[in-house]
């Protein structure tokens, strides 16, 4: 089955605002977490990732939020450029979830 | 420059013809997967093989045979393919170790089976 799961399937949201995907993962024991992002055409590319004795991590735009009490996971993107419109996939141990298309609005 | 490499990118078959989709890494890594990539349903995992020789099932392994006799190259195999093993393909490659590392993909292989 379906270790990590996204909230949503779809998110539109206007260039320079902020984007948040979520997702949800049931494995208590997980202990590493990676998102990724997929351009169209293209395989997923790794964008940040997060150790479970961690609950946030930063990299350029990017944050990843860890909430292991709820296991939840959030990528939060500032400032969203056109060139960010992909889908993302939170992965879990190699297992992927069904992604978020994001989309961004001139 | 690390990759992985899939070939073909596109197929298109007709069902029951065995095919072979390739895929090779030069990374060394000892890990090794295929996913299939369909609408709404992300990235689902087929199979995946830890080591050279060292292969497991997925989540949806059924019409798929896979091989790990080099590191570096792990085929994907369809004897008999059908219909609904149209899907988008894609190979990834990591090195396990207390937990994976990031992954690498492939291009993918789109695949029509008619």
């Known amino acids: 089955g379906e270790n990590v799961g996204l909230h949503l399937p779809t998110l539109s949201v206007q260039e320079g605002d902020n984007s948040i995907i979520n997702c949800a993962y049931s494995n208590s024991a997980s202990d590493y977490f990676i998102w990724y992002k997929q351009e169209s055409g293209k395989g997923p590319q790794f964008i940040i990732d997060?150790?479970?004795?961690?609950d946030k991590r930063q990299g350029q735009r990017v944050t990843v939020l860890l909430n292991k009490t709820v296991k939840h996971l959030s990528l939060q993107i500032a400032a969203t450029q056109p060139g960010d419109s992909a889908v993302y996939f939170c992965a879990d141990d190699m297992r992927f979830g069904a992604g978020t298309r994001l989309t961004v609005k001139p | 420059e690390a990759q992985v490499t899939q070939n073909p990118r596109y197929l298109i078959t007709v069902t029951g013809k065995k095919l072979t989709v390739t895929c090779s890494q030069n990374m060394n890594h000892e890990y090794m997967s295929w996913y299939r990539q369909d609408p709404g349903l992300g990235l689902r995992q087929i199979y995946y093989s830890m080591n050279v020789e060292v292969t497991d099932k997925g989540d949806v392994p059924e019409g798929y045979k896979v091989s790990r006799k080099e590191k570096r190259n792990f085929p994907l195999i369809l004897e008999s393919p059908s219909p609904n093993q149209t899907s988008l393909y894609f190979c990834?490659?990591?090195?396990?170790?207390?937990?994976?590392?990031?992954?690498?993909f492939g291009q993918g292989t789109r695949l029509t089976v008619v």
């Open positions: 990834a490659s990591s090195t396990p170790g207390t937990g994976f590392t990031e992954a690498f």
């Open positions: 997060i150790r479970s004795n961690m």
